[in-house]
């Protein structure tokens, strides 16, 4: 089992960046596949972008190619996610998540999830 916990959220203009991190508990950070969804108010949760337990594929929502990027640090127990160029339909809450597939973009896929962190941008 493991335990998520994400940081980094926050008020942002449109045009800025955030740098969102997910720590995770437990020495077995490496054995999971990482995600990042996020839900915005009144829309359903969405897939934004996804890693393999070594970091080596990565995956992306069509919406974030080119300004989002995911990152991992299995020595610290930490997925990361860049956030460059941000618009206003960026604002949500995003959460991090652990799957033991070897990669999924589908919420499904991920049995364990943090609570979130909110990132709102404004225009």
């Known amino acids: 089992q493991v335990q998520l916990v994400e940081s980094g959220g926050g008020l942002v203009q449109a045009g800025g960046s955030l740098k969102l991190s997910c720590a995770a508990s437990g020495r077995t950070f490496s054995s999971y596949a990482m995600g990042w969804f996020r839900q915005a108010p009144g829309k359903d949760r969405e897939f934004v972008a996804a890693?393999?337990?070594?970091?080596?594929?990565?995956g992306y929502a069509d919406f974030v190619k080119g300004r989002f990027t995911i990152s991992r640090d299995n020595a610290k127990n930490t997925v990361y996610l860049q956030m460059n160029s941000l618009k206003p339909e960026d604002t949500a809450v995003y959460c991090c998540?652990?799957?033991?597939?070897?990669?999924?973009?589908?919420?499904?896929?991920?049995?364990?999830w943090g609570q979130g962190t909110l990132v709102t941008v404004s225009s």
């Open positions: 998540a652990a799957s033991m597939l070897p990669y999924s973009d589908n919420a499904d896929g991920y049995a364990y």
């Open positions: 890693v393999t337990k070594r970091g080596s594929i990565t």
